[in-house]
Each structure stands twice: as structure tokens, then as C-alpha cells.
T-cell receptor
Framework: DAGVTQSPTHLIKTRGQQVTLRCSPK?????VSWYQQALGQGPQFIFQ???????QRGNFPDRFSGHQFPNYSSELNVNALLLGDSALYLC??????????????FGDGTRLSIL | QKEVEQDPGPLSVPEGAIVSLNCTYS??????FMWYRQYSRKGPELLMY????GNKEDGRFTAQVDKSSKYISLFIRDSQPSDSATYLC?????????????FGRGTQLTVWP
């Protein structure tokens, strides 16, 4: 039973560039959430996708956008990269949408470094 | 004030010790409480998941929730070197915003042989 998979594992970009991160949810899950984890901090919620729509959003600027595909996989896009965007980006999947009480399971993340 | 407070440690204990990890929170709307374990260069792994107040036990792990004090705990009995990791508490509100998790900053635990 495959868990949550994310790609790429590591990524190095320069300021001003754009990046796309990818996530495949755990088998049977239909909801994907994205989190940003800075070094030494807990994950911060970016947004959640369910039924191919953004359902909730945290306190992140519009430079952060996403997409969910019919097979439930998801992408996180970040435009106009800033040094402060350097972090571990985590994808979590769950079942049942934003009102579900099912727990979220995380992938191992994409480590993004901005030079 | 952050919504979830967690002492970052580091916490260092000998093998076999009982470990107590704690978080406090300010938002009384939180109803679901979780503990995740995160090894270096890995994603968070769900350890315990509880609803509302009370205790839940799973093997060497016990989670406690005291909603009246806005305080949650994770106890690890007979700790092992393999328990060395960062432990994250997380919580969420009920209803349509249930999917958004609020995390503490994590407590770094080292269990030495």
C-alpha cells in the first residue's frame, strides 16, 4: 500500500524563479493538503484541495497556488520565489474532504532551497 | 501569542526512561488532537489521534487531552534509541475547517543507550 509520495526530493532555485512541486496521495485518499515547514518550526498550513477545488487556505500570498487532478494527485506552484520560501514542503492526504474527521498522512516532503 | 505552544527542548533521556511531552493551546474550538513523530529528513508520521478529552493508549504510547486546561500530553514508556526524533503536536477545529492542522514547533527527543 503506497503512502504519500512527493517529487522532487530536493530542489534548488534562485530568487524570482517559479517552482512546481508534485504529490500523489495515499491509495484511497481524495483530499490533499500542503504545508510549509521552516527549519526548526512546525508545519504551517498553505491550502487544501478536495474535488479539484481549493477548499481552505492559510495565511500565504497569492504567489502560492495549487491544483488537484481527477486522479486526486496535486501540484503546488510558487511564483516569484523569495529567500524566505526556503523550506520543506509537505503534502498530506486524507479521506473525505475538509469536514472529515479522518487523520492526515504526510509524505517525506520536497526540500526547496532558494539562492 | 501562537495558537499552539510546544517546548522545543532538546530533551535527552536514557534508554528505558518514561518521556513526557506536552503542548498548550489557546483556541477552545480545537476538538481533534494528534501527535506526529518526525525523523530527520522525513515527513511527520502519525502516532496518536484523539477526539476531545480523555486518554488513549497504543503500545508504549499514551496520549492525554485536558480541554479544561487546554493541555495535551504524550507519554512514552520504556523509551528506546529508535524513539529519538522530533515530536510534533497538532490539532484542528471541527466542521468545515477540520482539515487545517495547527502544529506546535516540535520537541527534539534523544534517547541514549
Amino acid at each position: 500500500d503506497a503512502g504519500v509520495t512527493q517529487s522532487p526530493t530536493h530542489l534548488i532555485k534562485t530568487r524570482g524563479q517559479q517552482v512546481t512541486l508534485r504529490c500523489s496521495p495515499k491509495s484511497g485518499h481524495d483530499t490533499v493538503s500542503w504545508y510549509q515547514q521552516a527549519l526548526g518550526q512546525g508545519p504551517q498550513f498553505i491550502f487544501q484541495y478536495y474535488e479539484e477545488e481549493e477548499r481552505q487556505r492559510g495565511n500565504f500570498p497569492d504567489r502560492f497556488s495549487g491544483h488537484q487532478f481527477p486522479n486526486y494527485s496535486s501540484e503546488l506552484n510558487v511564483n516569484a520565489l523569495l529567500l524566505g520560501d526556503s523550506a520543506l514542503y509537505l503534502c498530506a492526504s486524507s479521506l473525505g474532504g475538509p469536514g472529515s474527521d479522518q487523520p492526515q498522512h504526510f509524505g517525506d516532503g520536497t526540500r526547496l532551497s532558494i539562492l | 501569542q501562537k495558537e499552539v505552544e510546544q517546548d522545543p527542548g532538546p530533551l535527552s533521556v536514557p534508554e528505558g526512561a518514561i518521556v513526557s511531552l506536552n503542548c498548550t493551546y489557546s483556541n477552545s474550538a480545537f476538538q481533534y488532537f494528534m501527535w506526529y513523530r518526525q525523523y530527520s529528513r522525513k515527513g511527520p508520521e502519525l502516532l496518536m489521534y484523539t477526539y476531545s478529552s480523555g486518554n488513549k493508549e497504543d503500545g508504549r504510547f499514551t496520549a492525554q487531552v485536558d480541554k479544561s486546561s487546554k493541555y495535551i500530553s504524550l507519554f512514552i514508556r520504556d523509551s528506546q534509541p529508535s524513539d529519538s526524533a522530533t515530536y510534533l503536536c497538532a490539532m484542528s477545529r471541527r466542521g468545515s475547517t477540520l482539515g487545517r492542522l495547527y502544529f506546535g514547533r516540535g520537541t527534539q527527543l534523544t534517547v541514549w543507550p
